[in-house]
């Protein structure tokens, strides 16, 4: 079986863990980040996330506080490296192990670890050719702990999926194919899913004359787009599916 697709809306702070629409039932989530000033405490927001019925969180860099006010939650938690520590976790096995030792390993017990995500829109960044080695040795790490049921992936830029990409000025030009098509192989020997960015806000923001604010934010009661014979309501699914 090959790997399946997961996305995520990050500017409305949903988080998708199958094929995505908000209206057939399937998990949501949140991506639960740290920037910014007078946070609640990761505690009072793990509550609301909870009480929410929101079941999945995905973190951007390992939180110890998140994490350990994670602890005992039932959520489940998708989290990665920084993309600035790509390059020796690919380099030195004893790296990625530390990092798992650290990150993972202490809360293992108390914490449900779905997914590790090697790199955020690494690609095409300078990290790109390290992204599979490091995908490899977080899982033989995650192995070595008897974690080996929490899968690896990385989480990708939309226009990754374009049939023009990478683009012909890019920094790594075709290099970034021979990559993709070794995370694919990672991806499909662990049954895996690749995470995809998707900003229906910055889709809205940059042409708001012809995006109506009713479709970007999923409150169309009737079909906003029609293309073959598809309806599309919101802008979220109209993206994915383009």
Known sequence: MGPRFSGFLISAMVFLTQLPSLTDGRDIGVCYG??????????DVITLYKTS???????????????EAARGSGISLSMGPRNEDIQSLA???????????????????????????IGNEAISGQSSSYIPDAMNNI???LASFGLGTTKV????????????????DGAFGSDITSIMTSIMAILALQD?????????????????????????????????VVDQG??????FDGMVDA
């Open 153 to 168: 992936t990385t989480v990708v830029p939309m226009n990754a999926l374009s049939t023009s990409y990478p683009p012909s």
């Open 91 to 117: 380099k030195d096995q004893s790296a990625a192990d530390a990092w798992v030792n650290t990150n993972i390993v202490p809360y293992k017990d108390d914490v449900q670890f779905k997914l590790i995500t």
């Open 192 to 224: 895996s899913p690749l995470l995809i960015n998707v900003y229906p806000y910055f889709a809205y923001a940059s042409d708001p004359t012809h995006i109506s604010l009713d479709y970007a934010l999923f409150t169309s009661t009737a079909p906003v």
């Open 139 to 141: 899982m033989n790490s």
């Open 53 to 67: 019925g929101i079941n999945n969180i995905r973190l951007y860099q390992p939180y110890p506080e998140v994490l």
């Open 34 to 43: 740290l920037n910014g000033n007078n946070l609640p405490s990761p505690g």
């Open 230 to 235: 598809l309806e599309y309501y919101n802008l």
